[in-house]
């Protein structure tokens, strides 16, 4: 069980977005301890040590490097069982522990993880795509809005036949604000 931070915890009191950037250097670049002790200070001007960099990696990264790499192994063994390979129930776990430890471990050999999604295939490849493509028709329809609400928006302030009082009311109706 993860113990509560210190109230004057100099790490777990940055902000969001510096221990979201603290988090990638510890997680994504694996970054030793001692380095990002350097890096906290160059980057953000914050004095720390290397054990509270430990616990606050306890508390905040462990979790999501193990939820990460249990994802990419589940993810494997779906993908493996979708192929059409008759792989064995013996085999699929040894796979999904592999691909566990690679992504876990964070200095997993390329090759390795290249086999392992390579098992995953090309369904893996078209349901990323198709995750990109709703995505992407996502972001088209919220622009679309907000393009309409600043037409409307202009309509209103370019009408002189309204009042301010007037102009400020439908403005708050156009943003539902």
């Known amino acids: 069980m993860a113990r509560k931070p210190r109230s004057d915890s100099v790490l777990d009191s940055l ?3 510096r221990r979201e950037q603290l988090v990638r250097w510890l997680v994504d670049e694996n970054l030793k301890y001692p380095e990002a002790v350097v890096r906290v200070w160059e980057k953000f001007g914050v004095k720390t040590s290397v054990s509270a960099l430990q616990k606050f990696y306890s508390r905040r990264c ?20 979708k192929s059409g390979n ?9 796979v999904k522990q592999r691909a566990f430890e690679c992504v876990y471990a964070g200095n997993g050999k390329i ?3 290249a086999i392992l999604a390579g098992i995953v295939g090309d369904s893996a490849k078209l349901e990323l795509k ?10 088209v329809a919220v622009l679309e809005r907000k393009a309409a609400m600043a037409d409307a928006a202009q309509g209103v302030v370019t009408d002189q036949t309204l009042t301010e009082e007037q102009k400020a009311a439908r403005l708050r109706e156009i943003f539902r604000m």
Do not use: H, I, M, W
Not at 63 to 68: G, K, N, W
Not at 132 to 137: D, I, Q, R, T, V
């Open 62 to 81: 462990f979790t999501l490097r193990s939820s990460q790499a249990k994802d990419f192994a589940d993810l494997v063994v779906t993908e493996a069982k």
């Open 15 to 17: 902000p969001p977005e």
């Open 86 to 94: 008759n792989f064995d129930s013996a085999t699929l776990a040894l």
């Open 111 to 113: 090759s390795e993880l």
């Open 130 to 139: 198709r995750q990109e493509l709703a995505l992407g028709e996502r972001r």
